[in-house]
C-alpha cells in the first residue's frame, strides 16, 4: 500500500513555472504523473524510478518539465517551466509497486495522489 499527499499547483501566467510536489507513504518502483483537462482523457506526463533516477516525458513537455525524487523524504517533485495555457488540467501523481516497462500505462499504477489543478492563463 502507497498513500500518495500532492501539494503545490495554482493560477499562472503563460511561460510562468509551478512546482508540484508528491509524497509518498511507503515504498514504490516508479511514480508517474499524469493530467487531465476539462473533457479530455488523463494523459501520461512524465515518471521517474526509484532506484536510480530514471526519468521518461511524453513529447509535448520534454524541455520544459522535470521530474525530480528527494530520497530522504520520499518526495517526488514535477517542475514546470515555461508553461502553456493548454498545460491547463488537475495534475495526478501515481505509484506502482512492481517492476514494469510501461511508465506510460495507467492501469500500471495502482495508487493515486488526490490531484492539484493547475491553471495557466494567457
Known amino acids: 500500500q502507497v498513500q500518495l499527499v500532492q501539494s503545490g499547483g495554482g493560477l499562472v501566467q503563460a511561460g510562468g513555472s509551478l512546482k508540484l510536489s508528491c509524497e509518498a507513504f511507503?515504498?514504490?518502483?516508479?511514480v508517474g504523473w499524469f493530467r487531465q483537462a476539462p473533457g479530455k482523457e488523463r494523459e501520461f506526463v512524465g515518471a521517474?524510478?526509484?532506484?536510480?533516477?530514471?526519468?521518461f516525458y511524453v513529447d509535448s513537455v520534454k524541455g520544459r518539465f522535470t521530474i525530480s525524487r528527494d530520497g530522504a523524504k520520499n518526495t517526488v517533485y514535477l517542475q514546470t517551466n515555461s508553461l502553456k495555457p493548454e498545460d491547463t488540467a488537475v495534475y495526478y501523481c501515481?505509484?506502482?509497486?512492481?517492476?514494469?516497462?510501461?511508465?506510460?500505462?495507467?492501469?500500471?499504477?495502482?495508487?493515486w495522489g488526490q490531484g492539484t489543478q493547475v491553471t495557466v492563463s494567457s
Open positions: 501515481a505509484a506502482s509497486t512492481l517492476y514494469n516497462d510501461s511508465p506510460a500505462r495507467r492501469s500500471e499504477y495502482p495508487y
Open positions: 511507503g515504498l514504490f518502483f516508479r
Open positions: 521517474i524510478r526509484r532506484s536510480d533516477g530514471t526519468t
